[in-house]
């Protein structure tokens, strides 16, 4: 093995030392990050389905990596539908604010001004997305950009099972919330399905969008769609008082971005 891989298992085994676990792929993430100087996180497509957010570094990569998914937009949606690494050296950018309208100017709200995102896979084979966030405006060097490379890459070793798929106990490798923040969504899909007649994929589509008006993690919706607090019914939604308050001030924030 290379020295510079070596260098990268073995950050990630310290952690899991250090925690007394076995090894996992947040530990991989959690490495990344440290190695970065970044916040980390990474998004899996379980069952050959739609890339999901399974874990994240901190709440504020765990935020814009949930709203890259539901605004179906970011470096992270497009390292995914397979265009190899994307860079976003520097989101204040009229380039960046261009190809990114939406999401852009919530990361700089945010204090995010660079966001990396890698695949997770082989060739043709994509089982997820590892993406960094970074406070600095600023290109990765040549060796940063490889370790990260390196750190998907055993992020992708601890994934998959010698049937190069997920393996059975993947759960216990990601973290406890996984499994059931995947087991809501996809429960309030189908009750979203059923209440307007739709599509599952549509409802999923629905479901996005009411939370990215809602300035809520998708999540949260899905939890409220499954406790009844939340009905798509009358097929148009959950009624103005059910948004979180906070998604003024999420406007706010984005306005006063757009206006510098």
């Given at each position: 093995m290379p020295p510079r891989a070596v260098g990268v298992w073995l950050s990630i085994t310290s952690l899991a030392r250090g925690e007394g676990t076995p090894v996992a792929i947040r530990h991989a993430v959690m490495a990344c990050a440290d190695a970065l100087g970044?916040?980390?996180?990474?998004?899996?497509?379980?069952?050959?389905?739609?890339?999901?957010?399974v874990f994240a570094t901190g709440a504020r990569s765990d935020e814009l990596t949930d709203l890259q998914t539901t605004l179906g937009e970011g470096p992270a949606v497009e390292a995914g539908a397979g265009q190899g690494p994307v860079l976003g050296a520097d989101l204040r950018t009229a380039g960046s604010r261009a190809r990114w309208p939406q999401f852009a100017p919530v990361a700089l709200a945010r204090g995010i001004a660079a966001v990396f995102a890698v695949p997770v896979g082989s060739g043709a084979a994509r089982l997820g997305v590892l993406c960094l966030y970074r406070e600095q405006a600023?290109?990765?060097?040549?060796d940063q950009l490889d370790n990260v490379l390196l750190y998907a890459d055993a992020a992708l070793l601890l994934a998959l099972d010698d049937r190069g798929g997920l393996a059975p106990g993947s759960a216990e490798l990601i973290g406890p919330s996984f499994p059931e923040r995947r087991a809501e969504v996809h429960?309030?899909?189908?009750?979203?399905?059923?209440?307007?007649?739709i599509s599952v994929t549509d409802a999923l589509v629905m479901l996005r969008a009411c939370a990215y008006a809602a300035g809520r993690p998708i999540a949260e919706i899905a939890a409220d769609v499954i406790g009844r607090r939340l009905s798509f019914a009358d097929g148009h939604g959950p009624a103005p008082g059910l948004l979180d308050r906070n998604d003024d001030q999420n406007r706010a924030d984005t306005n006063e971005m757009e206006g510098q």
């Open positions: 970044a916040e980390a996180a990474l998004l899996l497509a379980p069952d050959h389905g739609p890339y999901e957010p600023e290109e990765l060097t040549r429960q309030a899909t189908g009750m979203v399905s059923v209440q307007v007649g």
